[in-house]
Each structure stands twice: as C-alpha cells, then as structure tokens.
C-alpha cells in the first residue's frame, strides 16, 4: 500500500511500480472510451512491443490502447500501460510519426519516470489525494473527473524539462535499434507546431503534457544526426500496412464525449 511506500521513504520498488500502475490501468479502462476493434488493437500492440523490445526495460508487460477521443495527446502510467488517443493517430502520416510517440512514450517507461515522480512527491509529503483514492479506495465519489485526464495529469504533465529531453534521447535509439525512421519525431512535432499556431487559441493537448519548443525538436535532430549521420537503407519511415491501419481508425464512429466518472 501506498501508506506502506510513505513509511519507507517513497522507495518504490519496481515490482510495486508494475501493481500500482496495473491498478491505476484497470481504473483508467473501465472509465475511459477504448477502442475495441481487434485489428487495430493488434497493430498498435505489435508496433509497440516491437519498439519496447529495444528499450532498456525490454521485460516489462508492456500493454498500447487506442483511446476514443479526438483530443491530440498521449500518455503513459508505470508498468508498462501505453494510451494513444485517436485524435493523435489521426494527425500522423506514416508510421514513422506514430512510432516516435510511442518510443517517447515508452522512454518514459523506461526511464521510471512516473515511479520517480511519485517517490518525490511521497517524501515531500505531497503526494496527491487523488492518488490515494484512487489506489486505496478512499473516498471516491471525490473522482469527479475523467479518468483519462486524471492518468495524463498524475504521469505526464509532471516530467520534468529534463525527463522530457531523456524521452526524446531514449526514443532516438529505441526507433533506430528498432529498424525505424526517427525523422518522424521532428516531421510529426513540426506539423503539430504549425497546426498550433494556426489556432492560437487552443492549445494541443500534447503540447500542455509535452511542452516543445523549437529548440527542443533542434537538438532532438543533432541526436539523429549524430546516430545516424548516413541514415542505413533499412530503416522504414512508412510501411504498406500503414495507410490501411490509418483509414480503418478514421472509418471509426465519432468519439464519444467525455464525461465525468464516479467510482461506485
């Protein structure tokens, strides 16, 4: 029990990190619109793992869920539990620009950030209420928002400057070792910059839980450079398949709308 973590020291073991982002997991997937349709399931599962398979923690249980909201973001929580949200899949082109998400993504993973974040947090005395609840069960009629808002707010928008440029890092090799184009990471931030700045008045999801400057994406290109600096023929920066997996998630009803949840 978190309780427990606290008496510790906020020392989080990786093996409680795993259980309490499986807890959390199941809390997010029973209150948050999934996609269920099998096929694409299949494929997000199979990129991801491909692309886990070369992070430093290749052992995790590594789970990739498509969430039925047009809102660009994506998140992930401790253990190895992936979300990519519908709105974010459909910006991409190819399978570069999805495969980067998901290895930055996973760099966070990786890296513990999520544990990390919540070590500190339990030795400062401020771990959130919110989280409590949520693990232990207390009080939950106060969980008066979506559970995929409360994931992306508890393990994102908390890195770090610095956590974030480790992801960016981490995701680089994890593309490169998997035989993918990392170029998607800088075509993909790029077009989302522009399509920001186009509508000045409304911020891109991502960029509130990811905050990306144009420095930021420069030095991300320098760490391309420098591990590839004569790009191998074999790496893939779009696939036959793609084009496919992309119209059957556009061909998918309209999102629902997101309202607040309450646990019974």
Known sequence: MLLAVAALGGCISEQREQEIGDELALQINERTPLVTDPALNRY??????LIARHS??????????????????????PGGHVYINRGLIERTRNVSE???VMAHEIGHVAARHGARMLERRLRTGSVSSIMYKLILGREP???DESSLRLGSALWSASHSREAETEADHLAVGYLIQSGIDPEGIVTFLNRLQREEAMTPTRTLAWFATHPMTRERIAITEEEIHK????????LAF?????PDFLRRVKALPPPPLLHPVQLP
């Not at 997000?44 to 793992?49: A, D, I, K, S």
């Not at 430093?56 to 929580?77: E, K, Q, T, W």
């Not at 591990?227 to 074999?234: A, F, S």
């Open 44 to 49: 997000v599962n199979r990129l991801g793992l």
């Open 56 to 77: 430093g923690r290749p052992n995790l249980h590594y789970h990739f869920y498509i969430v039925n909201s047009d809102v660009v973001n994506a998140f992930a929580i």
């Open 98 to 100: 999805l495969s980067a």
């Open 141 to 143: 009629t106060l969980l």
């Open 227 to 234: 591990d590839m600096p004569n790009p191998p023929p074999h």
């Open 238 to 242: 779009d696939i036959a398949s793609y």
